[in-house]
């Protein structure tokens, strides 16, 4: 039917048609001040007109009106011929009213056959643009949804019914068992009419009978369990398209659910959820189910929330659908468990999926490509097909039967993985595309004969791996990086890596005492390096890293726990160019030894060693934080060829760190109470200025051979201070007093004179100042050492206590 032509039906459809818009109260308001002034609609009409249209063709004009009246086809054919021909038989001054008139016309055609649909439709627009009551202006047929309410239940039964918004009805179980609290009773009825309607329930307590509540037209329920002792009963619900479990914090069990429904869950963690549906409610064997979740379990700890969902009758689920935000970790079963064939995740969120606890074994299509935020889980089937998304995915196979030429993965953008959980291989026609970004696969897939299937992968996961590689032989993947998720099974040697640096990803909290050698392609010669980077669950141990052609190694010592420390037990180059270790982070970290040159050929002259100066000048921890154990510096020999570490430098961190110098050099401490094992003399220790108590601890095998002008003779120590302490109780432990030897010392001409004297005097601790501006402790023990202490220190600084000198 057409609309009765009122001013301000006929100014909403003069808006609609030639602007396309249905007008606010502001514009209504400014429209009947200018008819007033104009002298009538039809003259306000005709200006509007002349204003904003006056300057184009009729044909442009007409086409517009037409094209804003829904008219398509032949249908806006014909009427933008005939509003042309209306608009070039009057004069250019009445063309506003004419509109009107012919828009009038045009909402009596509902029954015409061929305007009638665009007619019908036009008047809808018109209603609603007269009932429109907003005040900005919007475009023409915006329908403006109603205001929401909200209902508070309360505790008498009671039919409560919606209004035409988006209504929120609120109520609460909490039935103790003596006195019923609770706003959702047996015999309620909520009707939530128009509109997306949603009805929340908090679980507070339940022990009685489970409310019978009545639900229609009601399109979303959140529940909230708090003490969930019988659960939610859903029998008598019809229309509910969702069921959200939210923000509970004990378990919630909804059943005879009636019909599909999306299963949503929000801010639950450490909890089961159930959903049970009643038999035949999906009237399908090839059902997908949909779930929404939003911070659902612990992604991080891989702490999953049980959600289990069970189906009746003849229903089965093979499909199911996942929207994610936030951080989640969930855990499908009950009738759903072995039947998903296909699993598909959207949203921006994490997810880490299991399928009962375990894998996904029946999972044949695997669709990430609506993911953002990254998704871990595992598949079994040889068929399966697997689409990654942008995020970092994780992807586990643990197929018992190889891979067929059906199965195929792609992980897309993103830093992916691809791992091995006892898969029984990759067979020889499955592609597997780690796609783009830094992607690695788990060394135990790979095989030489059909390489060219490993596409677009760039690190290699040594778990489980005991094999010799040549990474480039995998011409389609340019690998330059390993990561360790776990312990390997023996010795690992992955040669000819790409690029200048070798990275290393330990996140494997294992101990397992097997050697990785790792070397690259092409050595620079000037820049080439390799950076070991600890971050697992625990502690980890590398027994043996061994490498060659890298002037420089990184250690980065990191853990997810308080507490754990990680260690490279030993640093093997098989030649003589790496000059520089360094170690960050803030776990405890131990470097167990450094060996180099250890391909050395053996000397022409096999009764004669030879010395070299290793290249390694700096071990440096100064920026670590954690509790450093550092040993290296000792003389190696290898085919005759002896490798000396004199100029090598070590540097503590901030943590209460340990070093142990087997060969000359120089020890800097940092802050914390550092411990300096030496071995040999000729070592420089800076214990530092900071006021931490470091002690100095020197080995029998620090012995003074002699007189000699070499200064390497002696121990040395800058900046001791107060509560430093130097322990030579290996070599003198018995004597309590220092003898001040300083006036007998100037009796000698020469400093090794004065050491002498002091060696043969029967007293074995003495204590003189010299020349040079230091101060010599010379220990006459089962063998002797002399200690060069930088500046003047008196004999009252100093106390002796079994073998240990303290700093007062």
């Avoid at 071990?619 to 060829?641: K, R």
């Amino acid at each position: 039917m057409s609309f009765f032509p009122t001013n301000a039906n006929q100014v909403q459809a003069f808006a609609g048609a030639m602007y396309g818009t249905q007008i606010g109260s502001v514009t209504m308001a400014q429209v009947t001040s200018d008819i007033a002034a104009a002298g009538g609609l039809k003259n306000a009409l005709n200006a509007y007109y002349s204003a904003s249209f006056g300057s184009l063709p009729t044909a442009t004009v007409a086409a517009t009106v037409a094209a804003n009246l829904g008219l398509t086809g032949a249908a806006l054919t014909s009427g933008a011929a005939y509003i042309t021909a209306q608009l070039n038989g009057v004069a250019a001054g009445a063309r506003g009213a004419l509109i009107s008139d012919i828009v009038n016309l045009f909402g009596t055609l509902s029954a015409d056959a061929t305007f009638g649909a665009a007619a019908t439709a036009w008047n809808t627009k018109v209603a609603a643009a007269v009932a429109y009551t907003g005040a900005a202006n919007v475009a023409a047929g915006t329908v403006v949804a109603a205001p929401a309410s909200v209902f508070t239940l309360t505790d008498d039964i009671a039919d409560t019914t919606g209004t035409a918004g988006n209504d929120t009805f609120k109520g609460i179980i909490n039935d103790d068992g003596t006195d019923n609290l609770s706003t959702i009773q047996t015999g309620d009825l909520i009707d939530g009419g128009a509109g997306v309607d949603k009805l929340e329930i908090s679980v507070i307590e339940d022990a009685g009978t489970t409310p019978m509540i009545e639900l229609a037209n009601v399109e979303q329920v959140y529940i909230r369990s708090l003490n969930n002792g019988n659960g939610i009963d859903a029998s008598l619900w019809t229309d509910v398209q969702q069921i959200w479990n939210n923000r509970s914090t004990d378990d919630l069990d909804v059943a005879n659910v009636q019909a599909q429904v999306v299963i949503g869950a929000k801010d639950i963690s450490d909890l089961g959820y159930d959903v049970t549906y009643e038999d035949d409610a999906l009237g399908s064997d090839e059902a997908t189910q949909k779930f929404v979740f939003q911070d659902v379990g612990d992604f991080a700890d891989k702490a999953t929330v049980e959600l289990r969902v069970m189906t009746g009758g003849a229903d089965v689920v093979t499909a199911v659908e996942i929207d994610v935000t936030g951080e989640n970790a969930v855990d499908l079963y009950g009738d759903i468990d072995g039947f998903m064939e296909s699993v598909k995740v959207t949203g921006t969120g994490k997810l880490y999926l299991e399928d009962d606890g375990d894998y996904f074994d029946e999972a044949t299509l695997v669709d990430l490509s609506g993911n953002s935020g990254g998704v871990e889980m595992g598949v079994t089937h040889e068929d399966v097909v697997v689409t990654g998304g942008s995020g970092d995915d994780t992807i586990t196979l643990a197929n018992g039967t190889a891979l067929t030429e059906e199965a195929s993965i792609s992980l897309g953008a993103g830093n992916d993985s691809l791992l091995d959980d006892g898969s029984d291989g990759v067979g020889t026609d499955a592609v597997l595309d780690g796609g783009a970004g830094t992607d690695t696969i788990a060394s135990t897939l790979l095989t030489v004969g059909n390489r060219a299937n490993f596409k677009g992968w760039e690190a290699l996961d040594i778990a489980g791996d005991n094999r010799t590689i040549d990474a480039s032989l995998f011409t389609a993947s340019t690998f330059s990086s390993i990561a360790k998720t776990d312990g390997q099974a023996g010795n690992v040697t992955l040669s000819k890596l790409a690029g200048t640096k070798i990275v290393i990803n330990d996140t494997s909290a294992s101990n397992d005492g097997d050697t990785l050698t790792a070397t690259l392609a092409t050595a620079t010669g000037t820049a080439d390096s390799a950076e070991i980077k600890f971050n697992g669950d625990g502690g980890s141990t590398l027994a043996n890293f061994t490498t060659a052609g890298l002037e420089t190694i990184t250690i980065d010592s990191q853990s997810e726990n308080t507490g754990d420390a990680n260690e490279v037990t030993v640093i093997t180059t098989t030649d003589n160019v790496l000059s520089k270790i360094t170690i960050t982070g803030d776990k405890d970290f131990t470097l167990g030894g450094v060996t180099v040159n250890t391909a050395a050929t053996p000397t022409t002259v096999t009764t004669v060693t030879t010395s070299t100066a290793a290249a390694l000048t700096s071990i440096d921890g100064s920026a670590a934080t954690g509790d450093l154990d550092i040993t290296a510096g000792a003389s190696q020999v290898t085919n005759n060829l002896t490798m000396t570490f004199s100029t090598l430098t070590i540097k503590t961190g901030s943590g209460d760190d340990s070093v142990s110098i087997g060969g000359r050099g120089t020890v800097e401490t940092g802050k914390g109470s550092d411990t300096v094992n030496v071995a040999v003399l000729g070592v420089t220790v800076n214990v530092g200025v900071d006021k931490d108590e470091d002690t100095v601890i020197l080995a029998d095998t620090a012995d003074y051979t002699g007189a000699t002008t070499s200064s390497t003779r002696f121990t040395t120590i800058t900046n001791l201070g107060e509560g430093d302490a130097i322990d030579f109780s290996s070599i003198e432990a018995t004597e309590t007093e220092i003898n001040d030897f300083t006036t007998d010392a100037e009796d000698f001409g020469s400093l090794e004179a004065a050491i002498d004297g002091a060696l043969a005097d029967g007293i074995e601790v003495n204590l003189f100042n010299w020349v040079d501006g230091n101060t010599y402790l010379v220990v006459d023990g089962t063998n002797n050492t002399v200690i060069r202490l930088t500046g003047t220190y008196d004999v009252a600084d100093l106390s002796l206590n079994a073998g240990v000198i303290t700093f007062e």
